[in-house]
C-alpha cells in the first residue's frame, strides 16, 4: 500500500484546464478513471488530506501509486474520453452498471430472400428491422402467438436447408406455424408479403389487421364456412392478447426510456421501463454497489453513460426521449453525447405532472422492491450469513461467535416523545419474538447519549435480575432436603436400593423422588421468574458514533457486565466505532459484514421510527380526563354526553356524575377528587381544550 505523498504531483505541474486523470496501482493497472471541469482543484482534494476522505476514497488513493491526466479542450471531449477509458480499463473502483443480460429485440431479417423471424440480441444488423425492447420472457410469448396468424419462417439457416433437402417441412410447418416456403407452400413472395404484415403489425397498425380478420371472420360465417370463421376467431383472439399486453400509458407517439433508481449508502438499484409507441415493451434493472463517493446527479450522468455507451455504434437504438428522476451532472454536453450516437436530437428531462410523472413513480416503484428483494436474498443466504459474521468477528477481534446481536436506535422529534428500539439477530437472521420498545422520560431525555446509557442500563438491569433468580433457584433445587428426595447423597451421586434403577419406580428412593418432583412441577404458589430479554448478546451495536459507544460502554460497566461487546455504526461515512477509540474500524465497502451491520441498524432505526410514532399519535389527542384512574374511554363518552364539556365535567358533585350512565359511587367520588383543588388535576389556570394535532378539531371543551 503506497503513501499518496509518495507520488503526489506538485500542485504547480497541474494545469487548470478541464481533463480526464487516471490512478494505477504498483502493477501498472488502472484502477480509477475520473474527469474533472479544473483538473488541479479535483487532484488536490485527493492528497490535501488522505485521512479525511470517504472509505472507499481512502482505500483507492492507498491502493495506487501513480496518477497522470490527459487535457481535452472541452467538458463534452472529457465525458466521450472518460467512457471510452472506462470501457478499455474497466478500473476497479468506478461505479459499473451489470445486469445478466443485453436488449432482447424481436427481429424480422427482411435482407433474406426468405425473411426470418426471431428473438436478436446486440448489434443491430443491415437489412433487419427491430421492435422492442422486451424481456425475455414476453418476447417468447409475444412471437410464438403472433406465428399462428402471420406464419412467417423462424427456422435457423441450417433447419432451412435440410428442409429443401428433403422435401419436408420442420415441426412449425406441420402445426401450421410456419408457411413453409422451404418446400414450395407459398412463394417467396406471398411469405415476403407475410412478413410485410408481421412488421405492419408490431409497427402499430394491430387494429387494421384484427378489422380485417373480423369481416373475413364475418364473411365466412355468412357462407356457413364455421371451421374458417372458428380458426379466424382464435387468430382474433391472439392478436388482441397480445395488443393488449403492451397497455397504452403514453401517447401513442411517445418514445421514450424511463429510468428511476433508489439508493441507500452502499447499493442502488436502478430500473427503467422502454416505451414504444406509447406502450412498455420492456423492463430492464441493474443493482450496483457505490464504491465511488457519487451524488444522484453523478449516478445519474454514469448510468446513461454506460447503458448506451455499450451500443454505442448502433445508430438509432436511443429513444426520442430519456426520462430520469434527476437532472444528471454536465446533462447539456450529455444530450450532445447521446445525439451523436442516436443521429438525432437526444432530450434528457426530469418529469414533473403528468401522465410521465406518474409512470416515473411505478419505476421508481420498482425500483424500491428490487433493492429490497436483493437485501432479503442476500440476508437469506446462509453462506453470506456466515461469511458476514465471520468478517465482524474478525474485525474487530473478537473472540466469541457472534451467535446474538442486539441493535439499539433513539427516535425523538426535538426531544419530545422519545423512544428507544432493541432489535435482535440470532444466525444473522432477525428474531421479532425478542424486539423490544422503550419509552424515555426525565433527564434521560434530554440528549442521545443519556437515553442510549438509560436503555442499556435498563435492559441489562432486567438481565441481571433474571439471572440471579435463576441461580436461586438452581440453589434451592440444591439443598440437602432436596438431595435426599432426589434419592442422593448429597454429592450428587445417585443411590439405588436393591436392584432397582433410576426412573422406573420400582424402589423407595425413587417413587420419593418421583413425587417431589411431581410436586414442585405441580407448586403454583412460586411460579418461575419470566425472562423478559433472553439470554444476553455477544454483541451490542449503537446507532451512533463515538458518544453514543462510549455511553453504552458506561451502562454495562456500571452493571458489572464485562462479557458483552459494544460497537457503533456512524450512519454518514459507515464508520465502526470501539469504545474508548480514537480512531474507527474502517470495512471495505464490499464487505457483507458491513452490510450486515448496516441491515441490522436500518432495522432497528425501522422499528424505533414506528414506535415514535405510534407515541406521538397518541400524544396528539389529549383529555383531561385521561389521568381519572378508572376512568375508561366508554365511560368518559358517557360523562361528554351527559354532561356536555369537561367544564361541566369539574363543577360537578358526586351525586350529579352518579347520574351519567356507567358511573357509580366509587368513580364519582375518583373524579371529585381528581379536580379538587389539591388532586393531579385541580385548576392550575385557565382550562386548556382537548385538541386533535392533526386536523385542529377541538375535541372538548
Known amino acids: 500500500m503506497a503513501d499518496p505523498s509518495s507520488y503526489r504531483p506538485q500542485t504547480g505541474e497541474i494545469p487548470t484546464n478541464p481533463g480526464v486523470y487516471r490512478f494505477r496501482d504498483p502493477h501498472g493497472r488502472v484502477i480509477y478513471v475520473g474527469k474533472a471541469k479544473n483538473l488541479r482543484s479535483r487532484l488536490n482534494s485527493y492528497f490535501a488530506n488522505p485521512a479525511g476522505l470517504l472509505p472507499k476514497t481512502h482505500a483507492m488513493v492507498y491502493a495506487a501509486s501513480s496518477v497522470e491526466?490527459?487535457?481535452?479542450?472541452?467538458?463534452?471531449?472529457?465525458?466521450?474520453?472518460?467512457?471510452?477509458?472506462?470501457?478499455?480499463?474497466?478500473?476497479?473502483?468506478?461505479?459499473?452498471?451489470?445486469?445478466?443480460?443485453?436488449?432482447?429485440?424481436?427481429?424480422?431479417?427482411m435482407g433474406e430472400k426468405l425473411p426470418r423471424v426471431q428473438v436478436m440480441r446486440g448489434e443491430r444488423r443491415k437489412g433487419t428491422r427491430y421492435f422492442g425492447p422486451y424481456t425475455a420472457g414476453a418476447i417468447r410469448d409475444t412471437m410464438d402467438t403472433l406465428l399462428r396468424v402471420f406464419p412467417v419462417r423462424s427456422c435457423s439457416a441450417g433447419v432451412l436447408k435440410r428442409a429443401q433437402a428433403s422435401g419436408r417441412p420442420c415441426?412449425?410447418?406441420?402445426?401450421?406455424?410456419?408457411?413453409?416456403?422451404?418446400?414450395?407452400?407459398?412463394?417467396?413472395?406471398?411469405?415476403?408479403?407475410?412478413?410485410?404484415?408481421?412488421?405492419?403489425?408490431m409497427g402499430g397498425e394491430a387494429k387494421r389487421f384484427i378489422s380485417r380478420l373480423e369481416k373475413e371472420m364475418g364473411a365466412a360465417v355468412a357462407v356457413l364456412d364455421y371451421e374458417r370463421a372458428a380458426r379466424l376467431r382464435d387468430d382474433i383472439t391472439a392478436l388482441r392478447k397480445v395488443f393488449e399486453r403492451n397497455a397504452v400509458v403514453l401517447a401513442e407517439d411517445t418514445d421514450a426510456d424511463v429510468f428511476a433508481l433508489h439508493e441507500d449508502e452502499l447499493e442502488a438499484a436502478v430500473q427503467v421501463f422502454h416505451v414504444r409507441g406509447g406502450r412498455v415493451r420492456g423492463q430492464r434493472g441493474?443493482?450496483?454497489?457505490?464504491?465511488?463517493?457519487?451524488?444522484?446527479?453523478?449516478?445519474?450522468?454514469?448510468?446513461?453513460?454506460?447503458?448506451?455507451?455499450?451500443?454505442?455504434?448502433?445508430?438509432?437504438?436511443?429513444?426520442?426521449?430519456?426520462?430520469?428522476?434527476?437532472?444528471?451532472?454536465?446533462?447539456?454536453?450529455?444530450?450532445?453525447?447521446?445525439?451523436?450516437?442516436?443521429?438525432?436530437k437526444v432530450d434528457i428531462r426530469v418529469p414533473q405532472r403528468g401522465d410521465k410523472a406518474a409512470l416515473m413513480s411505478t419505476v421508481r416503484e420498482n425500483a424500491e422492491h428490487a433493492l429490497r428483494l436483493h437485501k432479503t436474498r442476500r440476508a437469506g443466504d446462509l453462506t453470506v450469513r456466515s461469511q458476514a459474521l465471520q468478517e465482524l468477528q474478525e474485525a474487530l477481534e473478537l473472540p466469541v461467535p457472534l451467535l446474538r446481536i442486539e441493535c439499539y436506535d433513539v427516535s425523538h422529534v426535538q426531544g419530545t416523545n422519545v423512544v428507544a428500539s432493541m432489535v435482535v439477530v440470532e444466525d444473522g437472521l432477525p428474531k421479532?419474538?425478542?424486539y423490544r420498545k422503550f419509552s424515555i422520560t426525565g433527564a434521560a431525555a434530554t440528549d442521545d447519549t443519556a437515553a442510549m446509557h438509560d436503555v442499556l442500563t435498563r435492559r441489562f438491569r432486567?438481565?441481571?435480575?433474571?439471572?440471579?433468580?435463576?441461580?436461586?433457584?438452581?440453589?434451592?433445587?440444591?439443598?440437602?432436603?432436596?438431595?435426599?428426595?432426589?434419592?442422593?447423597?448429597?454429592?450428587?451421586?445417585?443411590?439405588?436400593s436393591g436392584t432397582g434403577t433410576i426412573g422406573t419406580g420400582t424402589t423407595g428412593?425413587?417413587?420419593?423422588?418421583?413425587?417431589?418432583?411431581?410436586?414442585?412441577?405441580?407448586?403454583?404458589?412460586?411460579?418461575?421468574?419470566?425472562?423478559?430479554?433472553?439470554?444476553?448478546?455477544?454483541?451490542?451495536?449503537?446507532?451512533?458514533?463515538?458518544?453514543?459507544?462510549?455511553?453504552?460502554?458506561r451502562a454495562l460497566e456500571s452493571l458489572g457486565i464485562d462479557d458483552v461487546y459494544v460497537v457503533g455504526l456512524a450512519k454518514r461515512l459507515e464508520e465502526v466505532w470501539l469504545p474508548d477509540s480514537d480512531f474507527p474500524v474502517i470495512l471495505p465497502r464490499s464487505s457483507q459484514g458491513l452490510y450486515m451491520l448496516q441491515r441490522i441498524r436500518d432495522e432497528a432505526h425501522r422499528f424505533a421510527i414506528s414506535f415514535h410514532r405510534q407515541k406521538r399519535g397518541k400524544a396528539m389527542t389529549v383529555s383531561a380526563l385521561d389521568g381519572v384512574p378508572g376512568l375508561g374511554d366508554s365511560k368518559r363518552k358517557a360523562l361528554l354526553a351527559h354532561f356536555g364539556s369537561v367544564k361541566k365535567i369539574k363543577a360537578a358533585s358526586a351525586e350529579e356524575l352518579t347520574a351519567a350512565k356507567g358511573v357509580g359511587p366509587a368513580l364519582a367520588a375518583a373524579i371529585v377528587t381528581h379536580f379538587s383543588p389539591g388532586g393531579a388535576g385541580g385548576d392550575t389556570g385557565d382550562a386548556v381544550p382537548a385538541i386533535n394535532m392533526t386536523t385542529g378539531e377541538v375535541l372538548e371543551t
Do not use: M
Request: net charge negative; glycine share 6%.
Open 509 to 553: 428412593a425413587n417413587k420419593a423422588a418421583v413425587a417431589a418432583l411431581d410436586a414442585a412441577l405441580s407448586d403454583t404458589t412460586t411460579p418461575a421468574p419470566r425472562a423478559k430479554f433472553a439470554y444476553p448478546p455477544n454483541l451490542v451495536v449503537v446507532d451512533g458514533g463515538k458518544p453514543q459507544v462510549n455511553a453504552a460502554a
Open 432 to 434: 421479532k419474538s425478542d
Open 171 to 201: 415441426l412449425l410447418g406441420y402445426i401450421d406455424k410456419c408457411s413453409a416456403p422451404c418446400v414450395g407452400r407459398v412463394t417467396p413472395e406471398e411469405h415476403r408479403a407475410l412478413a410485410e404484415d408481421f412488421c405492419a403489425f
Open 462 to 496: 432486567h438481565y441481571l435480575v433474571d439471572k440471579t433468580a435463576q441461580v436461586e433457584a438452581a440453589e434451592l433445587v440444591a439443598t440437602p432436603a432436596a438431595a435426599a428426595a432426589n434419592g442422593t447423597n448429597g454429592t450428587g451421586t445417585i443411590e439405588t
Open 286 to 344: 441493474w443493482v450496483v454497489e457505490k464504491v465511488e463517493d457519487f451524488t444522484t446527479p453523478d449516478l445519474v450522468e454514469h448510468l446513461l453513460q454506460q447503458v448506451y455507451g455499450e451500443d454505442a455504434e448502433v445508430q438509432g437504438r436511443l429513444p426520442r426521449e430519456v426520462l430520469v428522476p434527476v437532472e444528471p451532472s454536465n446533462a447539456q454536453d450529455l444530450a450532445v453525447w447521446l445525439a451523436g450516437i442516436r443521429g438525432a
Open 69 to 109: 491526466w490527459t487535457v481535452v479542450g472541452s467538458e463534452l471531449e472529457s465525458l466521450q474520453l472518460e467512457y471510452t477509458w472506462i470501457k478499455e480499463f474497466k478500473p476497479r473502483f468506478n461505479v459499473v452498471f451489470r445486469d445478466d443480460k443485453t436488449y432482447p429485440y424481436l427481429a424480422v431479417t
